[in-house]
């Protein structure tokens, strides 16, 4: 398995033509998998915005003084609306915010992202990122390469553990997973680990070359991987009634007395 | 950056010498990031083990009943206490094992397994995989393979998100993060996402080759990919004053009424 950054994008702009652009400077194979990280995909879909467009409601406005409070650094309440805006839960209102986003990631600041946006103040996770992912995959089928998956990825925390990594929030001409079910261990036993989330490991691989700072390889092309002969499962986010971390989540409440 | 699978190794005994295994099989080069299943770990380390070891306390049939009750499928108490003996607290108890394991990783069961364990009946996690990782290096470096770092690595559900992931548990010759504090964005601002898990995302990218079957191959070989001139952070397990999901955890309870 190979993972090759894509050299030389430019900077993204809102109506840029990603899958174009990356077969410019890519040679790819049918069975690889492209991965996009979703900062690139939300420039090109317009997903920027400014602070100066969320006029702040009594809730944004009590969620930013009680951070600020325990924060003791100054909070700007159009932030916390923008969050808000973005998405359908709450699951942490302090001492950050913890909320899932309407495609049903649950992340830091419903993936608001302050960082790598010229020209703005935010840049929102795209509205249905398997949708963009699929949109890619044709563009890249119209160049002519057909047969290449594509993952839209983002950089997120993980409960119990310090530190982010890259995940998957949408994906298109593969299955989010293998599921192993009914399959046998080594010693002919049914296995313990059934669902392997394949996209999330593979944006976590992609991550690696990517990294976060001002290197702008926002594109991977991973190559001589496969799925293999495994069913698949396109399920990734959990929904509530199975999601005991949610459960407790919307129980729990920040101790600032 | 590569990665591949160390071809043939053998069904792992204990007190196999797994760096001597790994160097007769793999051209190992400096620079180098070797990831090895905790599967094989313990099995090297003797970490198997038996239900009948394991006598039932009245914590571990209450547990076993409660789940039983809740699952409508038999439950082993012994099970429960063998998860009960590998942790220093559990985080959920029903309708499923979380728990804390003594050198700080949170996962279901403590990372008791049942899968791929020749005559016996469990495998436990080494006991400090970070130790692990630290001896499986010294012994590449008597075989005269230097400069190679080693993550232990094992299978691991995520909260929100279906589907288990491969993750670290131990480390050693490179950081657990790439701590992105200071560094700047491609305008200029201070980055939003700080610390990168490469741990977590090097024993993601593994886990692709490695998968969760009968194929064998619990190493794997990264070439070409560089941690950079970045800070480091060893810290990959949070303490509970900063884990808001375990704080949650502890005052939830599954509701079976
Ligand atoms: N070429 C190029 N790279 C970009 C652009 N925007 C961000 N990047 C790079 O893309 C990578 C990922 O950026 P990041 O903000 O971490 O994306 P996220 O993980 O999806 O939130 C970094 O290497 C950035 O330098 C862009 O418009 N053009
Ligand atoms: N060669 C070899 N492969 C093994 C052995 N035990 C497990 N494996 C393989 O190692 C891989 C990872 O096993 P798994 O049980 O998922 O490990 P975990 O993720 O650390 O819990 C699978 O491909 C197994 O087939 C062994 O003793 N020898
Ligand atoms: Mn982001
Ligand atoms: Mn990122
Ligand atoms: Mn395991
Ligand atoms: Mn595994």
């Known amino acids: 398995m190979k993972l090759n950054g894509v050299a030389d994008l430019p900077e993204i702009r809102p109506g840029d ?27 090109a879909e317009g997903r920027t915005a400014d602070l100066a467009d969320y006029p702040v409601s009594g809730r944004a406005q009590e ?25 359908t839960e709450l699951l942490i209102d302090c001492p ?7 495609f049903g990631h649950i ?6 992202d302050r960082s790598n946006v010229p020209d703005h103040d935010l840049l929102l996770l795209p509205k249905r990122p ?15 390469i057909e047969d290449v998956a594509v993952i839209v990825t983002d950089t997120c925390g993980r409960s119990f553990r310090h530190g982010q990594r890259g995940v998957a929030i949408g994906w ?20 313990g680990v059934t669902v392997q989330s394949v996209v999330d490991e593979l944006a976590a691989a992609a991550n690696l070359v990517t990294g976060e700072g001002a290197g702008g390889t926002p594109a991977v092309v991973v190559r001589d991987w496969e799925f293999g002969d495994h069913a698949g499962s396109n399920e990734l986010f959990r929904a509530v ?3 005991f971390v949610r459960q407790a989540l919307r129980e729990w409440s920040f101790d600032d007395t």
């Open 17 to 43: 033509d990603i899958a174009a652009l990356v077969a410019e400077r890519a040679a790819l194979e049918p069975g690889d998998v492209l991965t996009v990280a979703s900062t690139i995909v939300s420039k």
């Open 63 to 87: 969620i930013a003084d009680r951070i600020e409070a325990v924060a003791g650094e100054e909070k700007d309440p159009r932030f916390a609306q923008a969050v808000l805006e973005e998405s």
């Open 96 to 102: 950050f915010l913890l909320a899932e986003t309407r």
């Open 107 to 112: 992340a830091p600041n419903a993936g608001v």
């Open 130 to 144: 398997s949708e963009s992912a699929k949109r890619i995959r044709a563009g890249l089928a119209q160049q002519g």
């Open 172 to 191: 298109a001409g593969m299955p989010a997973s293998r599921d192993w079910r009914g399959e046998h261990d080594r010693d002919g036993h049914e296995l």
């Open 241 to 243: 009634e199975d999601d």
